[in-house]
């Protein structure tokens, strides 16, 4: 690959390096464009523990305990967590994250938080921000102006949350507001719906019917979807041909829906993630996302989304070699679809931003959680490590351990 001015100029084998360009050996690792998050929340990151942990590990403590913590938010505080996150994040080749911005605080204290963010971090990270009426558009008395207000300060998708309106009505209600200030406004939208298990919770139903009504196509998410795993299957035949033709994207948060979903079952215990694999085959894009790292709804994480497509692909037991390799594209490709990135890829005339992996193809890089050798963007290297091999001390035996297979 030749790259020049920050931009992919040519892919081949034994491409002439100008005089004075660097060239990097990547001694046949992988080389794949970077991830990219199509789901996580930037202004709850890192906060686990304040003003108390989670002791039921529950969405609605979860939420509580935002509800806690928002009044003790101070705006520097937020910045250096993001800040913080966003390094954790390039370290780990996550180079495009869409963060839900709380619009709820009638300060939009977090959303003057994280557009200084998503100025400083621009030169490195694409950081898209979703106006996210936390405690409902309807339910929260100033939700909507809050929201209007965010986007006039420049956050650039319309998000909801109609599931936790107070009435399905009002769920419903909130979908068709929103879209219509999206297509007023030019803007995508990006929706938690569904966050439920719930299997009578189909305001994905709405946003599909909302989207085809205002020429959105293309440019709507349905993000968690957790009710489709509870919905009756014949209900779902009828779902996805809608979802496929208004061309609504499709969020899995794997490593949250998991932990967060069934919480009411006894046994046998509902997995609660979205049909992942019918989503895909009725030709819907899905995408994946991190959601939460160290906060009121998930105390682990690391911004590595390869634990995301490894979590993804063992809830949505997608084992065949195709649906692991599909795994990898729900955390780069389908997710900078939903984005709507510009230049994204590694064909001539991308920019030129690439993750160095210590695996030998996309299934190794998920298997093995691959090191990322070399971080690049805009052609500039932005973080390194070495590669992950160990140092044994048995008798008899090599004295390095490879975890690639057979090279
Ligand atoms: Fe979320």
């Not at 990219?36 to 403590?61: I, K, Q």
């Not at 102006?145 to 209600?173: K, Q, S, W, Y």
Request: glycine share 8%; proline share 6%.
């Amino acid at each position: 690959m030749l790259v020049v001015a920050g931009r992919i100029a040519a892919v081949g084998p034994a491409l002439a390096a100008p005089q004075g360009v660097p060239v990097v050996d990547a001694k046949g690792w992988l080389l794949a464009p970077p991830f990219v998050d199509a789901h996580f929340h930037l202004d709850a990151t890192l906060s686990a523990g304040l003003p108390r942990v989670n002791e039921s590990g529950t969405l609605l403590e979860g939420i509580a305990l935002w509800g806690e913590l928002k009044p003790l938010l101070v705006q520097d505080a937020i910045v250096e967590r993001a800040l913080r996150y966003c390094d954790w994040a390039v370290a780990k080749g996550l180079l495009a994250i869409r963060s839900h911005v709380d619009i709820c605080d009638d300060r939009l204290l977090a959303v003057e938080a994280l557009l200084h963010v998503r100025e400083r971090v621009a030169p490195y990270l694409d950081l898209q921000l979703v106006a996210f009426p936390q405690d409902g558009l309807l339910r929260s008395p100033h939700a909507l102006a809050n929201l209007e207000r965010a986007l006039d300060l420049g956050v650039d998708v319309v998000g909801g949350i109609p599931h936790f309106e107070r009435t399905m009505a009002d769920g419903a209600a909130s979908v068709r507001i929103l879209c219509e200030i999206a297509a007023k406004r030019g803007l995508r939208v990006d929706m938690h719906c569904d966050e439920s298990d719930d299997p009578l919770s189909r305001h994905i139903e709405t946003l599909a019917c909302e989207t085809q009504r205002l020429g959105l196509q293309g440019r709507v998410t349905g993000s968690h979807l957790t009710s489709m795993h509870s919905m009756d299957n014949y209900y779902v035949s009828k779902l996805l041909p809608l979802m496929r033709e208004a061309q609504v994207h499709a969020v899995a948060n794997p490593l949250i829906n998991i932990t967060l979903q069934g919480r009411h079952d006894s046994y046998p215990k509902r997995r609660g993630m979205t049909r992942v694999p019918e989503l895909m085959a009725a030709g819907i894009n899905v995408g994946f996302g991190h959601d939460c790292v160290m906060d009121p709804w998930y105390p682990l994480g690391s911004a590595d989304m390869l634990e995301v497509a490894q979590m993804g692909l063992h809830v949505a037991q997608m084992t065949s070699q195709a649906q692991m390799r599909a795994c990898f594209d729900a955390v780069t490709v389908n997710s900078a679809r939903i984005l709507g990135l510009e230049g994204y890829g590694l064909e001539p005339g991308c920019r030129a931003d690439f993750v160095l992996l210590q695996a030998r193809d996309t299934v190794e890089a998920i298997r093995l959680r691959a090191t990322r050798l070399l971080v690049v963007r805009g052609g500039d290297v932005m973080a390194h490590t070495p590669p992950a091999n160990a140092t044994l001390a048995l008798p008899g035996r090599p004295p390095e351990v490879d975890f690639t297979a057979q090279r």
